[in-house]
């Protein structure tokens, strides 16, 4: 092993910032004459996304075939992280042949509300079951000796204006909802890098969070790899490097560095810290520089994690209903094969996670291989909304044919996509209008799903059945027909309550932030924790799914540790049950949602079997994190321990009496009603306050029209400048004409939220963060003295740049 302190005792301070930041879009730097080693970062969650040409950090640009997996939205409906830790190790392979050290993702963002864009990117509403799912991935691509970077930290769970809005929460709802996860992949799974979010948490950019970085990740949990910002993310470099942020990505051509010499040069950044955190970034170098030394194939193994993918689609799909049982389709059924994801599957998100998938099946391409007597297919509907009446009657015309139709549908690209949130949980209108003609010609319709977070279904009393295969990546059109045929029995559950419709949803009022916030009232209520608690009716609860079999459980057993129970597969179908264990706190003087879940094991069973089985209640299960204190605590007193087949069903259920503290509340129980009773659709300024214990920070715009480096340009509409004014309107013409095209238009997105920050951070070093605030001067109305300031700097850049050379 290298000794690094010595190695960094050679390095000049230059050198040593230099380390930290990027040589290009996806490369560190390197120092040859010390043989410090590159290393490459590549996205991402759901397959390698390696670019060798032209970069780019919206899945723009080719990059090199890889295999597409499921995205996790989809994994985590297998509930069961063996799946996701065999993904895992599939990328983490791939990475290896693709010379790619650093694998961008897991997404692990909180699914606050249906909205959010990259809701398809991340596993769960709820924390643990996103932890669990996440941890496996990390542990699959690390087993390849690279490392996986799970992202966003913290509380980035919107995408307007994502670089600089400011998510306003309270101490406890951030650890117990939005820190859970990162903080049991970062104890059990040890990954050896992290990427911070582009938002502020309560006033701090994510990068810069002294709190979130130091205190919490590197010496509460023990993280010890390094931090990455998200691509442009960076603030203010030497802040960042202060709390705890390693890597800017992507370069900055060297202005980052020199804010780091600088900083040390004033006394600004003790050089002390700087050697620390060049430290910590080496040592994950030197971590991953065997694996590559060791590789010797170039191999993708295509065909083997196209079947891995394939498999995984399989154990995600869930079957939501299944009316007389139409399902599994009976051998040689005569079906007609309806709708245009059939022919061109709807398969993965728009954006940094993209993938280009090696090969690509269609339902169309392999239904030959299934024991399906096909009578036909049509389109039935444009994906992008258009009406056609003339496809619209094909279709009908031929599910008169049939017995069963399957009638695929969902979400088309622009609904879903990094860089923009969505404003409604409809499927395109087309098509809802061809499943009501088609019902009237066909009583037996099978729904087909394709979609990456949670829809509205108001037409599902025009189906017998639905199978929501969400996005199944590039082998999953095969994996819904072995379901659709009983070649495999459903076994997956929903990770996301499915709401009946969008004003249900607990951040109704707050989804997404209109100003400088996006202010968590909801608190803890997100997802089954508030449609329980404030006893909302859902169209389909967290944890649900159905099974072409029937289980049965029985004989609880609980104690302080572990839930002990059997289950027995009563129909005559083998098949797998996910099972899962929530806790109800009796009596509970600290408010807390009805119910949360504590554990799960996800049993396959032969036909007849019954085998028992245990879940361990680990540190978790118990705990809240009380703020008076900023500790974790157990409340003393009596807790159910439920065991369910959805958050809705239970079937079991024991008392125990847990030993804890009798620590004080740190508020006044009056003043927090809706909290205790989960009403938190309207929660008032007064509320939110008492919620936060503060003040809630200005969060009105710069009423004077004034805005700053960390405004984002769509602000310039509020611009003194009238050339600013016109600048937004041109960029505003542009955003909506490509939203009508169908074909979200990310960089147009980007750039359209992006502060002004971000040209500094995102222009290779064309342009420096002095040169940015020139800018906002111009903007401001100041326009010729920004305008000198602006061009010096140019010239000041161009002189530091040939000097570092
Ligand atoms: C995304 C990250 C991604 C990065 C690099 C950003 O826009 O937020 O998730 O890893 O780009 O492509």
Known sequence: ???????????????????????????????????????????????????????????????????????????????DPSVAEQIGACIGEEA????????????????????????????????????????????????????????????????????????????????????????????????????????????????????????????EWGFDGFVVTDWGGSNNHVESVRAGNHLEMPTTGGDSDRELVDAV??????????????????????????????????????????????????????LLKNEDSILPLSSACKVAVIGDFAKTPRYQGAGSSIVNCTKLDSTLDVLKGFDLDVVGFEAGYERNGKMDDRMQQAAVELAQKAEVVLFYMGLDEISETEGLDRTHMQIPSNQVALLSRLSKVNKNIVVILSAGSAIEMPWISNCKAVLHGYLGGQAGAGAMLQVITGEVNPS??????????????????????????????????????????????????????????????SNLKVSQNQATFCIKNTGIRDGA?????????????????????????KVFLKAGEEKELTITLDDKAFRYYNTGNSQWEVEEGEYEILIGASSKEIRLKETIFIKGSKAKLWY????????????????????????????????????????????????????????????????????????????????????????????????????????????????????????KGFIKGYFRNKKAQKSMK
């Open 265 to 318: 040069k004033s006394g600004k950044l003790e050089e002390e810290l700087l050697n620390q955190r060049v430290e910590e970034f080496l040592k994950v170098l030197y971590e991953i520089k065997p694996a590559f030394e060791r590789n010797k194939s170039n191999d993708l193994k295509i065909e083997d994690h196209h079947k891995a993918a394939q498999k995984a689609a399989a154990e995600s799909i869930v």
């Open 96 to 219: 290896l042949v693709q010379g790619v050290g650093v694998v961008l993702g897991p997404g692990m963002n909180m699914k606050r509300s249906p909205l959010c864009g990259r809701n398809f990117e991340y596993y769960s509403e709820d924390p643990y079951l996103c932890g669990k799912m996440a941890l496996g991935f990390v542990k699959g691509v690390q087993s390849n000796g690279v490392s996986a970077c799970p992202k966003h930290y913290a509380v980035n769970s919107q995408e307007l204006r994502r670089m600089s809005s400011d998510s306003i929460l309270d101490e406890r709802t951030l650890r117990e909802i939005y820190l859970t996860a990162f903080e049991m992949v970062v104890k059990e799974a040890k990954p050896r890098s992290l990427m911070t979010s582009y938002n502020k948490v309560n006033g701090i950019y994510a990068s810069e969070h002294e709190k979130l970085l130091q205190d919490i990740l590197m010496d």
């Open 492 to 553: 997956g559950k929903l990770a996301e309550t499915l709401p009946i419709k969008y004003e249900d949803t607990p951040t109704y009022q707050y989804f997404p932030g209109k100003e400088y916030h996006a202010e968590y009232r909801e608190g803890l209520f997100i997802g089954y924790r508030y449609y329980d608690t404030a006893n909302i009716s859902v169209q389909f609860p967290f944890g649900y799914g159905l099974s072409y079999t029937t289980f049965e459980y």
């Open 1 to 79: 092993m290298v000794d690094l302190k010595d190695l960094i005792s050679k390095m000049t301070l230059e050198e040593k910032a230099s380390l930290l930041s990027g040589k290009d879009i996806w490369e560190t730097k390197t120092i040859a004459r010390l043989n410090i080693p590159t290393v490459v970062l590549s996205d991402g969650p759901h397959g390698v996304r390696r670019q060798v040409g032209a970069g780019d950090h919206l899945g723009l640009n080719a990059s090199l075939p890889a295999t597409c997996f499921p995205t996790a939205a989809t994994i985590a409906n297998s509930w």
């Open 577 to 601: 049950e996910v099972v899962q264990l929530y806790i109800h706190a009796k009596d509970s003087d600290v408010y807390r949602p009805f119910k949360e879940l504590k554990g799960f094991t």
């Open 668 to 787: 006044e129980k009056d003043s927090m009603k809706p909290y205790y009773t989960g009403q938190i659709q309207t929660i008032s300024d007064r509320e939110f306050e008492c919620l936060l214990g503060r003040q809630i920070p200005n969060r009105r715009w710069n009423e004077q029209g004034l805005l700053d480096v960390n405004d984002a340009l769509c602000q310039m509409y509020y611009a003194k400048s009238g050339l600013a004014r016109l600048a937004y309107k041109i960029l505003h013409t542009l955003k909506v004409r490509s939203e009508k095209k169908g074909v979200p238009n990310l960089n147009v997105l980007f750039i359209y939220n992006m502060p002004f920050r971000g040209i500094a951070k995102m222009t290779n070093g064309v342009i420096t963060m002095d040169m940015a605030n020139e800018m906002v001067r111009m903007v401001n109305g100041q326009f010729w003295s920004g305008l």
